[in-house]
């Protein structure tokens, strides 16, 4: 038996860099959150505490902010990708990169009824996100891009039911023909193309996803799932999967009997928890291989 290093990576984790554009009186904001992870072999790190293959995480925490600069942020997943690029091309040591960035929403403030050119309000809404992976070196480097979503949440007030479930005898759950839905949505989808108008894309999943949960009469959050994936594949031929974890945020009704009133669906007990977790994968049945697009860390824990 002989104990060994097994899979590591190291970075630095959740960069707040936020890039002013003012190159006119009318400024905009990009308010990121950049967490970096470089692979490769740094057993000698690990095993003897040699850094000379190590490119410090504060470097690489000085990079991202460079690059704010230097290459700007048009795009979460553009932005990644000149970086994990940089890394993975540049860093004799680095064979493989992985970015992972958050991006929180601002809108220009309003004010007597006019966009503010320099003030802004922070969009209470999803949070985008966006994983880069390069590996490989010169004509065998892979790339692969994963755009998404969080906590986009969702309610409708009708048009949702969940009944036909299999029962037994731990069942007490009522069916129902009308009920609220709710979830605070994640999503993260994997495109098979690294050149795209990232921004487009993003608005244009965002609205699909959106219109689908409307107007699909749900017979349960699963097939509420599926349809939004479904409608996002078949408006983009180069997003090969979506992956969605959905908590079924339930709303129950509160009892007004009481009180001798009816309650006609309009007063809820919105429970925090415990919550449903729908979990699920819509995607084609010729994807091509995921490699580790959804690895955030490396099989590390
Ligand atoms: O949309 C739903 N899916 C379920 O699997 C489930 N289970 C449950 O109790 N309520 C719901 N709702």
């Known amino acids: 038996m002989a104990i060994v290093l097994g899979p590591n990576q190291y970075g630095k984790a959740e960069n707040r860099v936020v890039r002013i554009t003012r190159d006119s009186a009318r400024h905009e904001i990009r308010d990121l959150n950049v967490s970096t992870a470089l692979r490769g072999d740094f057993s000698a790190a690990h095993l ?22 230097e290459k700007g942020v048009e795009s979460i997943e553009a932005y990644g990708l000149e970086l994990a ?6 860093v004799v040591p680095v064979e493989g990169a992985r970015i992972e ?11 007597d009824g006019e966009e503010h050119e320099h003030t802004f309000v922070r969009l209470g809404q999803e949070v985008r996100t966006a994983s880069i992976t390069v590996e490989g070196k010169g004509a ?8 998404g979503l969080k906590d986009l949440v969702l309610l409708k007030s ?15 759950l009522e069916p129902t023909t ?23 894309v993003y608005a244009g999943v965002k609205r699909i996803l959106i219109k689908q949960f409307a107007v699909l009469h749900s017979l349960a959050l699963q097939q509420t799932l599926y349809e939004m994936g479904k409608a996002v594949l078949e408006e983009y031929p180069f997003i090969a999967e979506i992956k969605f974890s959905a ?13 001798g009133v009816e309650n006609n669906n309009e007063v809820f007990h919105a429970d925090d928890r415990p919550y449903g977790l729908i979990q699920a994968t819509v995607m084609r049945d010729d994807a091509p291989d995921a490699g580790p697009a959804w690895t955030p860390a490396a099989n590390l824990a």
Do not use: C
């Not at 065998?140 to 755009?147: A, L, Y």
């Open 48 to 69: 003897v505490g040699d850094q000379s293959q190590v490119l410090p995480t504060d470097t690489q925490k000085q990079t991202a902010y460079s690059y704010a600069k």
């Open 85 to 90: 690029r940089h890394f993975v091309d540049d």
């Open 101 to 111: 960035i958050e991006e929180y929403a601002w809108e220009h403030a309003i004010v």
């Open 140 to 147: 065998e480097q892979k790339t692969w891009v994963i755009g």
């Open 158 to 172: 009708t048009g949702s039911e969940f009944h036909g479930f299999l029962t037994d005898e731990y069942t007490r």
């Open 178 to 200: 009308d009920r609220v839905m709710a979830t605070a949505l994640v999503a993260q989808w994997r495109f098979t193309e690294t050149e795209l108008d990232w921004n487009a």
């Open 247 to 259: 908590p079924n945020k339930h709303h129950f009704l509160y009892n007004l009997e009481t009180f």
